[in-house]
């Protein structure tokens, strides 16, 4: 079965206090892995796409990066305003309807 | 920057009862979804909409449920009969491109079935 699995749960850091989240994932033909960011009670914003092991994309303070297996948020030196749920998707292999399965995020809370 | 609209932002309807939930997609934008998150759980899939049919429903997405794009803007989700397990975030999604997952997601409803 398709899965994705996203660590830690949760995640409190200190200002300034860099960090990576990890996503890994089962599918067996990988269509592109998706970063969204959720805030409290919002839809999720998306983030990145990467498409192959090796691909690297950055915005601001993160930066994701894709391995065969899985996939990493680094966040350097987090400021207050990067506190939110980071959720991480993939197509499952069965559809082409652009359907995403998700982890069930990390929540980032970044301390002054 | 142009927004996927949900409305409305918090629907509370009794057990049974039937609900609408509207979205209004970005306008050029042709592939349409419906996700839903039960508090503290995963982002769901529940269907995907493209060239006015439903392209794919999830287990969830059973007869209780239906969508329809009624004109050239809205898409709606529809419950015929709420069931308190219902109760969740609700967002609609869409995308210009079927192969561009990078969505725009409206800031959900959230239903409260009493």
């Known amino acids: 079965e398709d899965q994705v699995t996203q660590s830690p749960e949760a995640l409190r850091l200190q200002e300034g206090e860099s960090s990576s989240l990890n996503c890994s994932y089962t599918v067996s033909g990988l269509r592109g892995l998706f970063w969204y960011r959720q805030d409290p009670g919002k839809g999720p914003e998306f983030l990145f796409t990467?498409?192959?092991a090796g691909e690297e994309k950055e915005k601001e303070r993160l930066k994701a990066t894709l391995t065969k297996k899985e996939s990493f948020l680094h966040i350097t030196a987090p400021k207050p305003e990067d506190s939110a749920t980071y959720l991480c998707?993939?197509?499952?292999?069965?559809?082409?309807?652009?359907?995403?399965?998700f982890g069930q995020g990390t929540t980032l809370q970044v301390k002054p | 920057e142009p927004e996927v609209t949900q409305t409305p932002s918090h629907q509370v309807t009794q057990m049974g009862q039937e609900v609408i939930l509207r979205c209004v997609p970005i306008?050029?934008?042709?592939?349409f979804y419906w996700y839903r998150q039960i508090l503290g759980q995963k982002v769901e899939f529940l269907v995907s909409f493209y060239n006015n049919e439903i392209s794919e429903k999830s287990e969830i997405f059973d007869d209780q449920f239906s969508v329809e794009r009624p004109d050239g803007s809205n898409f709606t989700l529809k419950i015929r009969s709420t069931k308190l397990e219902d109760s969740a975030m609700y967002f609609c999604?869409?995308?210009?491109?079927?192969?561009?997952?990078?969505?725009?997601f409206g800031s959900g409803t959230r239903l409260t079935v009493v």
């Open positions: 990467l498409y192959s």
């Open positions: 306008s050029n934008h042709l592939y």
């Open positions: 998707a993939v197509p499952p292999d069965s559809s082409n309807t652009g359907k995403l399965i």
């Open positions: 999604a869409s995308t210009r491109q079927r192969a561009n997952y990078g969505y725009t």
